[in-house]
């Protein structure tokens, strides 16, 4: 089983920046496919981005070159950085243990193994 804790979330003008962590432990993290999606108000989930068992990364076309996906593996976290946020990335974020098949873990963002409890985006002047 693995456990999952996000952390990180927070209030921040548009164009600022957050830095989310994902904190896994359990027998298979480091070994795990690891999502964060998010759920706009009123809205269903959302993928934003997918890093591999060895650190490869999956961007949804909408957050591309603003939000950067990374791991230790040492410590077993998993990291979203959000640059240059908008009002529209406002939502709970989730990170999520997904299975290896891109087509699942791109287009059925509500399918996991294991999720945190999520982190509260708010960006907003």
């Known amino acids: 089983e693995v456990q999952l804790v996000e952390s990180g979330g927070g209030s921040v003008r548009p164009g600022g920046s957050l830095s989310l962590s994902c904190r896994g432990s359990g027998s298979g993290f480091s070994d795990s496919f690891i999502a964060w999606v998010r759920q706009a108000p009123g809205k269903g989930l959302e993928w934003v981005a997918t890093?591999?068992?060895?650190?490869?990364?999956y961007y949804a076309d909408i957050i591309k070159d603003r939000f950067t996906i990374f791991r230790d593996f040492a410590e077993n976290i998993v990291y979203l950085q959000m640059n240059s946020l908008k009002p529209e990335d406002t939502g709970k974020y989730y990170c999520?243990?997904?299975?290896?098949?891109?087509?699942?873990?791109?287009?059925?963002?509500?399918?996991?193994?294991?999720r945190g409890q999520g982190t509260q985006v708010i960006v907003s002047s």
């Open positions: 890093i591999s068992d060895v650190g490869s990364t």
């Open positions: 999520q243990k997904v299975p290896e098949n891109e087509d699942a873990w791109r287009s059925l963002p509500g399918q996991y193994e294991y």
